[in-house]
């Protein structure tokens, strides 16, 4: 067999050995929030107003798909006090990465 006709096998078996390697993430379109809570205390999350989840103290949680656009996120803490306010503009398929560090 020439190099030549080898080429098309080669490629076959290249491709076999790496589309498994790719994941749902790569193709992922959501629009998912991270929340990474570093504080002593724990947050409630609030995505445009309404109330998204809370996060424990040194935790994390994600919300799948808030959608792409323009979002305000706010996280309260136990006493409903203000910690922290973001305005995010999303692009399709971005995801938000939020760090919480105080409370």
Known sequence: ??????????????????LP??????????????VLNDSACDVVVYVDGREAFTVKAGSDRTLDDIGNGRHVLE??????SLV????????GGEDYYWILNDC
């Open 75 to 80: 996280a309260l803490d136990n006493q409903r």
């Open 84 to 91: 922290e306010r973001r305005n995010v503009e999303l692009a």
């Open 21 to 34: 390697a790719c994941t749902e993430d790569m193709f992922d379109t959501e629009n998912d929030l991270v």
């Open 1 to 18: 067999m020439h190099l030549r006709q080898a080429i098309p096998a080669i490629i076959v078996l290249g491709a076999a050995f790496l």
